[in-house]
């Protein structure tokens, strides 16, 4: 197509740009032919015009669209070119944090720097067994393409990993041998794949180093050969090495450390076993210091030491060579410190006693002086003559570095053999897949020897891969049978014969080392004059004569020539070397003795000395000679170089280039421009453009069909698909050499695919704008519609409106006129009359005017009358009055003249002494009077003191005061009787007296003012108290109310507690049984390869004599009798399959043998404690029932205790009260204070009713408290009514804690109802001994309790002792296991076989003590047995002859009692004799068809024809017999169950017959708990002799087992059509699209022939139930079998989605959810929806969901938190990041939205692991389930062959 098509407007480009590599943008303007620019816009807006280059006018690359980007394979990329694998690669690295890319057959791997949750055990089960394509990029995925295609193909496969320093290339290469450990596992015991895995620390320590671009960078290159056997599993491996890095040992670059081997010696310098090897700190030594980096960030080097001498003691290197290889090391270290002085210019010298090289030659062994006197000379030897010349000191110091590195290699090429030795096996390799860690093209600033030879195998390994990928792309056009093209690839073959050709590079180099006199200078001019001119990749720098410049596939590198011959000779002195073989330590002298002649196991020679010294595998047969031992370094990496091409030649490889992104060791953080660098070395783009050259897009014709359909019209669509697209394709692309049409498939050039999508997106684009159109016309014209009836309706309404406004407008225009007429006649007739009665209103007016003028002049007459006569008669009163004051001054003035007279004659007369007495005796009377006085105010005084407490003590010094004073006042009143001649004495005294009584009066109202204020305060008082009262009937009722809030807030505390627990007992209980049966599991996984090692053994015919072992482990305990039944049958076998056992691997069988013997004993104290947590949970519910009572019973003391303070405060406030009262009465002495007065009174009734309300409340408290104390006495006592001797007798008789409390319950209620009769038990006097009666009956019930709670504490402690003793022997031996891993084999063996011994002893020893005291009850039993026969028959006899008459007596003997022998009143039961039970087992269970079973008879036949012949052996009595038909029976379904376990229907019927065999002997064992269901007839048919619960224990873990194969079964079965159904499989057509797919093709889609549907899984799920009820499963287990099938389903189909990027889409969303609602559909008809097979969908259907959601508001990502909580974090952000998709009208997610769905899920505790357990299996139970078949009518079909059994 032209130019002009593709570059149009809005079609977008990449240009160049110097910072990001490559620039998008996008074209603003359509292009032309002969357009010299293009006018462009950036992505930030920005207009650009980009000129074309006038002489190519090439365009530039062209964007891929959107729905490509983030391919998995760069291959499905339409344009295939450098900026689109750039961005790819960006994208899927920077946005969905995706590390792996196909880019065809290699796989892109960009190292995150951040530690990925993706290289789990779960994702390597999710890889197993997928094809490349079906799953996203990942190491696993060609890890698992090596391994099939090795299976397949039978052919050696090759993992080829590349990259630069801290690309990650070693990690690649350790997972992938992860992957191969983990999924073949081990052809035997000896754990060789943890081997392998144990290899990679300690190559770690001695080949890894910190360089600036990595911490741990790989110093050399290796190639692990890991062997496979017939079966495809591990049996061994070998590791080759090349170009170990030598230099380093003796110099680091800053920010670089030596080999981390020697770090960690230093960081464990303080360990005892180190302090010998005289070693400190790392900067004291100066090969680990020059770096000035000395420890690595996160990295604990003591705890690496301690891993690599773990990995040595793995490998079988014991201690004694570790700390040889140790002392070593420790030696380098001190050489490096010896300090070598110039004597003069020709010479040097070492200073005496350097403690450095006394270290150095005490730790291996040498002379001192010998080691001094070489280190400083050498040894020059002629034909003739031998010259020892000095050195000076540079040359010195660069001898001891060469003896520096010259002994770490030896020491790196000894570990390497020996560890070659640990994984190599005796077993013939069939196949093997080798796993090559190779250093990736290098150039640096300086580029020397080491560098060279890297690109030099880089050359190598680049044009093997060209020539591969060149071969898989011509077998693809051949297999499709399309026109082959040359494809043109660059060919760097010109490049490696510049180097390895004669007369090249290398052949140059060792021409010039074997000259005398040569030196790097005339090496370059050699080369310059050999190369310059006749080769084009070579060149010369212009401004350097010692350096060239080769043009290499991936760039130009500069070498510089400077040490090429030093490096490439790697000499060594000679008297040095034999210095060291003469060494006295014995590894020393093992790593320098015959190197040259030590091969490795596998025939490989390490190679000899050098800087970069390497393992060389020499051709058969060619001898070592002195000669070959002087090759040159670069002679022997070419033979290790051709080597290593033959081997991958030979092999199918496979490439992982792993990629830096960036240089600062950045998470996530991609550098364009160092990627593309990369890229460009790596051979990707090579790839790239290989792939583009031919036709690199691919299409089925199915998916061209489904995709392209829209660009079809009706016509075009024929039955056959070819044709179809065949037709299409040439009407839609003219060019016919744009693609090709193939046997299956569609070949498309470079960018066809683009165009076909944007053919597609337009077609789209035009019936989406075709919709739009039509969709907005039919809007419009509905909304025109719409309007037009709104508008008619309107005029309709608006018209009728208006006619109603004119008739209303009539209407009131004639209702108006009326109106007015009636108005205007009112009016006038208004105003009539207003004038009317106006003129009679003045008329009034008038006349009463003038009526009140007449009047009020008659009333002023009137009134000046009566004035008159009023002044008249005033001024005559004034006259008399003036009269009379006159007369009456004159009385006065004649009076006053008299009265002074008579005073004058009584002056005289008072001077007598008559009238003196007369005096006296008016004073002695009211003296008299005063005192008679004074005695009532004394008497009120003493009342009122006797009233007043408070003021007693003053008021009565107040009347003493006044005694006093009256004494001193009747002393003087006698005093005046005697003495008449003092009455002015006595006059003063009595003026005195008044002065007091005015006092007194003064201090009495002084009383009174204290008495109003006191009444005041104790009304405030008063009120206050009322307060106070208030608020305490306030805070009662607050306390009231708090109690009874806090009563329910504990009531349903303990509610919750007890369901806490009780939950938690629960999950307790299913974690024991899932630990239990996942043991049960690895019993049986056990038991088959101990049978499955019998087999081999007894078929290999192999017999030696010897003495026959017995299994000392056998016993008589039923549990174990079924386990010791398989050495049984191993004795009956043979004792030559022994004898091989033996003879094979003794220390094998006796692993199995204690690993049998552990796991019974495990599955023993399992079983125990299963039994103790049921038992603990029984008794936790009624400890919290007793915990709430107590609770109970403390809520109601602490009532009590709060209303008893309640009751003391108040009265203490009733005594303050009183006492208040009390002074008041005190107080009030006289006047209004005194009893009997209003305020007095007042006050009082106050303080009374204040009292009463006290009283109140205090009779509420007691009857509060009555209540709680009598609720208290109820909780804790049984009372009853009936007679203590009967109480005493039932109680006797109650053992059981329910029935006390059901008595106690019963007394309670017995003593409620009778309460009121209670006053009658009282006349009769039987109250009293009722209440004897019940004091009894409460201390037998008190003692009982008392009794049994000491007995369950016991029982408690003793569990806890045996619980505490089973942990303790449970930690002894993991404690001997985990010792016995840390010894070398040889030791553990002997180990294991001392601890088997011992342990066997004592389980013999204390079975044989259990066995006698069995021995000893079973006599004692027999003797009380005979006695108790002989008791009852004579109680028998007895009986009979009170009951017959004598001449009716017979002798008849007296049968036993305890043997019942009346066969004809029992049924049911099948007898047999004791040989036909092998002939019973075999036509019973080895030889039964379950369909002819299942189909024909009733469901659980075989169970109930077992358990018939079972109860036979019972009623006669037979232990052997019984033990016998269980063992067999048990042994035989085992049997059938491996010979046929893969088949479903076999499995299902013995696990239905299994259950109905351990519910048989559960509903006839007697036991009442499994008896309520019987009826009387089949209680009759309980077993009567035997207990079996021991054997329902191991018939339980029977069924167990069975269940768990069942559900293996069903996996197996299932596992094929998860994926392809729920996932692969449009159930709804058309919805999804499909994607354009690369190289690595998935799995289509499409449902062709043979693929699995939703259809597929229903109909096997219809199957199963329908086979599971036919045999008659229990339904409870069925539930439990279907929840386990959808869980395997849900996980299935949801792990699958998260490693598949092309399923993260919205359209698959919704057939997840359409193919969900199938299955819960599936479960709604079956009546499943209970069973809790739903609820393990649901991850699945948030999933789902997840892809449907809006993705990009935070609403959204609020909305998705609350949603997904069945997801985890990992799972929701997985999720997110594969979301792609489909058509460009979809929107990825963005980077911010992601991150804010991870700050919303930051909080959540979860397990961060992804993928979910494929392999979990819920814990398994068997409910109990009765049949109500009777025994007696089961019939025994003709076709099971069972005439031998006979019917009793």
């Known amino acids: ?187 035997s015991e000896a754990n060789v794949e943890h081997k392998v895995l144990a290899s990679n620390p300690i190559m770690e320590a001695i080949g890894n180093a910190k360089t600036t671009r990595n911490d741990n960078s790989s110093r050399f290159g290796k190639y692990i050969e890991i062997g496979f056997d017939t079966r495809y599993r591990i049996i061994g491996a070998n590791m080759r090495t090349y170009l170990l890095e030598k230099s380093r040992v003796v110099f680091q670059a800053d920010e670089e450390r030596n080999y981390h081997v020697f770090y960690q010696l230093c960081a464990s310098s303080h360990l005892p076993e180190f302090k010998t090897l005289r070693l400190s700190s790392a900067n004291d030594f100066v090969y680990t210091r020059q770096g000035r980096s000395p420890v690595i960030e996160g990295v604990d080097d003591t705890k690496e030491l301690s891993n690599t001498r773990h990995a040595f003691t793995m490998l079988g290197i014991n201690e004694t060579y570790q700390m040889g290889l140790f002392q070593v090391l420790a030696a380098i270290l001190h050489l490096g410190n010896v300090e070598i002085k110039d004597r003069d210019s020709d010479s040097s010298i070492i200073p005496p006693n350097n403690r450095h090289l006394t270290a150095f030659c005490e730790l291996v062994g040498v002379s001192y002086q010998d080691m001094t006197q070489w280190l400083c000379h050498r040894k020059l030897k002629t034909a003739t003559e031998t010259y020892i010349k000095t050195l000076p000191r540079l040359q010195a110091t660069n001898a001891r570095d060469a003896l520096s590195k010259h002994i770490y290699a030896k020491l790196f090429n000894w570990i390497v053999e020996h560890v070659n030795k640990a994984l190599i096996t005796n077993i013939k390799q069939h196949s093997f897949i080798g796993v090559l860690d190779i250093y990736g093209f290098e150039t640096f600033e300086i580029n020397s020897f080491e560098q060279f030879c890297i690109n030099y195998a880089n050359e190598k390994l680049q044009q093997q891969f060209n020539m591969h990928v060149f071969k898989l792309e011509q077998e693809e056009y051949m297999k499709e049978q399309i026109p082959w093209t040359l494809i043109d690839f660059y060919d760097n073959q010109p490049c490696i014969n510049l180097i390895e050709a004669k007369m090249g590079i290398l052949d140059l180099l060792d021409e010039e080392c074997k000259m005398p006199k040569g030196s790097d200078d005339s090496w370059a001019q050699k080369l310059y004059n050999t190369h310059l001119k006749t080769c084009s990749l070579f060149e010369k720098p212009r401004m350097s004569n010692r350096a060239f410049i080769i043009q290499h596939f991936a760039d130009k590198v500069e070498y510089q020539c400077d040490g090429f011959l030093e490096k490439n000779k790697d000499t060594v002195n000679e008297e040095q070397i034999n210095v060291l073989k003469a060494s006295k330590f014995p590894l020393l002298v093992e790593l320098f003795q015959d190197g040259e002649k030590a091969t490795s196991p596998t025939g490989q020679a390490p190679g000899t000395g050098g800087r970069t010294r390497l393992s060389v595998k020499p051709e058969k047969g060619r001898d070592k000679s002195s000669k070959e031992h002087k090759k040159t370094v670069g002679c022997q990496f070419r033979n290790s170089l051709q080597m290593l091409m033959e081997t991958l030649n030979a092999t199918t490889p496979h490439y992982v280039r792993c990629i830096k992104p960036n240089d600062f060791k950045l998470a996530f953080t991609f550098d364009p421009k160092r ?235 008072a001077r007598s002494v008559e009238h003196f007495k007369k005096l006296n005796k008016g004073m002695e009377n009211k003296i008299m009077q005063l005192q008679r006085r004074i005695d009532e105010q004394t008497k009120d005084n003493r009342s009122i003191n006797e009233k007043l407490v408070g003021m007693e003590t003053s008021f009565t010094a107040e009347c003493e005061g006044l005694r006093t004073e009256l004494n001193r006042l009747k002393g003087a009143e006698e005093e005046a009787k005697n003495k008449t001649n003092q009455v002015n004495s006595l006059l003063e005294e009595l003026e005195r007296l008044k002065k007091e009584l005015s006092t007194t009066q003064q201090e009495k109202k002084t009383i009174e003012d204290w008495a109003t204020t006191y009444r005041s305060e104790m009304e405030k008082m008063v009120s206050e108290l009322k307060d106070q009262n208030g608020s305490l009937k306030k805070e009662k009722d607050d306390l009231n109310r708090s109690i009874q809030e806090q009563s329910q807030q504990m009531t349903e505390k303990m509610t919750r507690a007890i369901a806490q627990e009780t939950q938690q007992l629960e999950t307790d209980l299913n974690e024991e049984r899932s630990r239990y049966q996942n043991l049960l599991t690895e019993h049986l996984r056990l038991e088959e390869k101990y049978d499955d090692l019998k087999e081999v053994m007894a078929s290999s015919n192999i017999s030696k004599p010897g003495h026959r072992r017995t299994d000392s482990t056998h016993s008589s305990n039923e549990s174990e009798y079924t386990y010791n039944s398989e050495y049984a049958e191993l004795e009956e076998g043979s004792r030559a399959a022994e004898d091989v056992t033996r003879g094979i691997d003794t220390s094998l069988t006796l692993k199995l043998q204690k690993r049998l013997t552990e796991l019974e004993q495990e599955k023993q104290s399992l079983r125990n404690e299963l039994e103790n947590k049921e038992d603990q949970f029984q008794r936790a519910r009624a400890r919290d029932d007793a915990e709430f009572k107590k609770a109970r019973g403390a809520e109601l003391e602490y009532e009590s205790l709060k209303r008893q303070e309640l009751e003391s405060e108040n009265k203490k406030l009733k005594h303050d009260l009183a006492e208040m009262r009390q002074s008041l009465l005190g107080d009030k002495a006289t006047g209004a204070g005194a009893p009997g007065s209003p305020a007095y009174k007042v006050l009082l009734e106050q303080l009374n009713a204040s009292c009463e309300e006290l009283d109140v409340r205090k009779e509420e408290v007691l009857i509060l408290r009555s209540q709680l104390v009598s609720q208290k006495e109820a909780m804790h006592h049984k009372e009853t009514m009936t007679e203590p001797s009967i109480y005493a007798e039932d109680v006797s008789k109650l053992k059981d804690a329910d029935e006390l409390k059901q008595a106690c319950i019963g007394l309670k209620d017995t003593n409620r109802s009778a309460a009121p009769d209670f006053h009658k038990l009282n006349e009769d006097g039987e109250l009293w001994l009722v209440n004897q009666g019940l004091k009894e009956t409460i201390r037998l019930l008190e003692h009982q309790l008392q009794t049994q709670r000491r007995g369950y504490d016991s029982e408690v402690e003793s569990l806890r002792g045996e619980l505490q003793n089973v942990k303790e022997e449970n930690n002894r031996q993991q404690q001997l296991l985990a010792q016995n891993l840390q010894l070398p084999p040889e030791a553990r063996i002997e180990a294991s076989l001392q601890h088997e011994i011992t342990r066997l002893t004592n389980e013999n020893l204390d079975l044989m003590e259990q066995l006698e005291k069995q021995d000893r009850t079973i006599r004692k039993l027999k003797k009380q047995l005979k006695v108790y026969s002989k008791r009852i028959g004579e109680m028998g006899a007895g009986q009979a002859e009170g009951q017959t008459s004598p001449g009716q007596m017979v002798d008849e003997p007296i049968h036993p009692v305890n043997i019942p022998r009346r066969e004809k009143d029992f049924q049911g039961m099948l007898e047999y004799k004791k040989e036909d039970e092998l002939k019973l087992v075999k036509n019973l269970i080895l030889e039964l068809k379950p369909r002819g079973v299942a189909v024909n008879l009733i469901p659980g036949l075989p169970a109930y024809i077992l358990f018939m012949c079972l109860r036979h052996a019972d009623y006669v009595n037979d232990d052997q017999k019984v033990r016998t038909l269980l063992t067999s029976t048990i042994n035989s379904i085992k049997k059938i169950l491996k010979k046929r376990g893969d088949d479903f229907e076999t499995v299902s019927f013995w696990l239905a017959n299994t259950c109905r065999f351990l519910h048989c002997l559960k509903q006839y064992s007697g036991d009442e708990a499994f008896m309520k269901h019987n009826t009387s007839r089949q209680n009759e048919h309980c077993l009567s002799n035997f207990d079996l619960a021991e054997y329902r224990q191991v018939i339980s873990d029977l069924a167990i087992q069975i269940y768990q194969q069942l559900i293996k079964c069903m996996e197996n079965i299932l596992q094929p059509m998860i994926v392809s159904g729920m996932l692969e499989h449009e159930t709804i057509q058309g919805v999804s699209g499909v994607k354009p797919t690369g190289l690595r093709k998935r799995t289509s889609s499409i449902a062709d022939e043979g693929t699995y549907t939703l259809d597929s899984i229903l109909r096997q799920l219809s199957a199963f139930h329908s086979t599971m009820c036919q045999h008659g499963t229990d339904p409870e287990l069925i539930k439990q079998v279907v929840k386990q099938q959808f869980y395997i389903i849900g996980a299935v189909t949801l792990n699958n989605l998260l490693l598949r990027k092309d399923m993260c889409s919205w359209s698959k969303g919704m057939q997840i959810r359409y193919n969900v609602s199938q299955l819960e559909e599936w479960l709604r008809d079956k009546g499943l929806m209970v069973c809790g097979a739903k609820e393990t969908l649901e991850p699945l259907i948030q999933a789902a969901q997840l892809l449907q959601v809006k993705k990009k508001t935070d609403e959204d990502a609020e909305a998705i938190c609350s949603m997904c909580l069945a997801l985890t974090t990992a799972q929701i952000v997985k999720v997110l990041n594969l979301y792609t998709p489909v058509n460009e009208f979809e929107e990825r997610v963005s980077v911010a939205f992601i991150r804010t769905i991870q700050t919303r899920l930051r909080d959540r505790c979860e397990s961060p692991q992804l993928l979910m357990d494929t392999k979990m299996i819920y814990p398994v139970t068997f409910p109990f389930s009765p049949s109500s078949l009777a025994l007696e009518t089961i019939q025994i079909p003709g076709s099971l062959n069972l005439a031998f059994l006979t019917r009793v």
């Not at 303007?29 to 074309?52: C, P, R, V």
């Not at 106006?838 to 006349?847: K, N, P, S």
């Not at 008579?902 to 005289?908: G, T, W």
Request: with cysteine; glycine share 4%; charged share 25%.
């Open 675 to 909: 990627a593309v660098q990369q890229l460009r070395a790596c051979g990707v783009l090579e790839t790239i453009r290989i792939s583009a050259a031919g036709f690199p897009s691919r299409w089925t014709y199915q998916e061209f069909f489904s995709r392209y359909r829209v660009l079809m019209v009706q016509k075009d669509v024929l039955p056959d698909k070819k044709l179809t697209c065949r037709n299409v394709l040439e009407k839609l692309v003219q060019d016919q050499d744009k693609y090709q049409f193939g046997k299956t498939k569609i070949f498309f050039r470079a960018g066809q695919v683009a165009y076909l999508e944007k053919l597609r997106a337009d077609k789209l684009r035009v019936a989406c704008i075709r919709i739009q159109k039509t969709i907005r016309c039919w809007l419009a014209r509905k909304k025109y519609l719409r309007k037009r009836s709104a508008a008619i309706t309107i005029q309709r309404f608006t018209r009728g409106y208006q006619a109603r406004c004119l008739v209303k407008f009539m209407r009131r225009t004639q209702a108006a006129t009326i109106i007015q007429k009636y108005r205007r006649m009112y009016v006038e007739k208004k105003r009539y009359r207003q004038k009317q009665a106006a003129a009679l209103v003045m008329q009034t007016i008038l006349r009463a005017y003038m009526a009140r003028q007449k009047y009020q002049a008659l009333v002023r007459e009137h009134k000046a009358v009566i004035i008159q006569t009023r002044v008249r008669g005033w001024l005559a009163r004034c006259w008399y009055k003036r009269c009379l004051v006159s007369i009456v001054y004159l009385q006065c003035c004649i009076r006053r003249m008299r009265a002074r007279h008579e005073l004058k004659k009584l002056k005289v007369e």
């Open 1 to 187: 197509m032209a130019a002009s098509e593709l570059y149009t407007k809005r079609a977008r480009v990449w240009i160049p740009d110097t910072e990001e590599v490559w620039k998008s943008a996008e074209l603003s303007k359509d292009y032309k032919n002969g357009d010299a620019s293009l006018q462009l816009i950036l992505e930030d807006g920005t207009g650009l015009e980009h000129k074309l280059d006038p002489k190519t006018k090439n365009l530039p690359y062209l964007r891929n669209p959107d729905i490509l980007v983030g391919e998995n394979d760069l291959t499905a990329l339409s344009y295939l070119h450098e900026p689109a694998v750039l961005h790819n690669l960006k994208v899927r690295f920077s946005d969905s944090k995706l590390i792996y890319t196909y880019c065809g057959i290699v796989l892109v791997a960009i190292n995150p720097y951040e530690t990925l949750p993706i290289y789990g055990t779960d994702i390597i089960n999710a890889y197993s067994g997928q094809n490349m394509g079906d799953m996203d990029p990942h190491i696993f995925a060609v890890a698992e393409e090596a391994y099939k295609q090795m299976a397949r193909d039978e052919r050696n496969q090759s993992i080829i990993v590349s990259g630069e320093s801290g690309a990650g290339k070693t990690v690649s290469a350790k997972y992938a041998m992860r992957y191969f450990a983990t999924v073949s596992g081990s052809a």
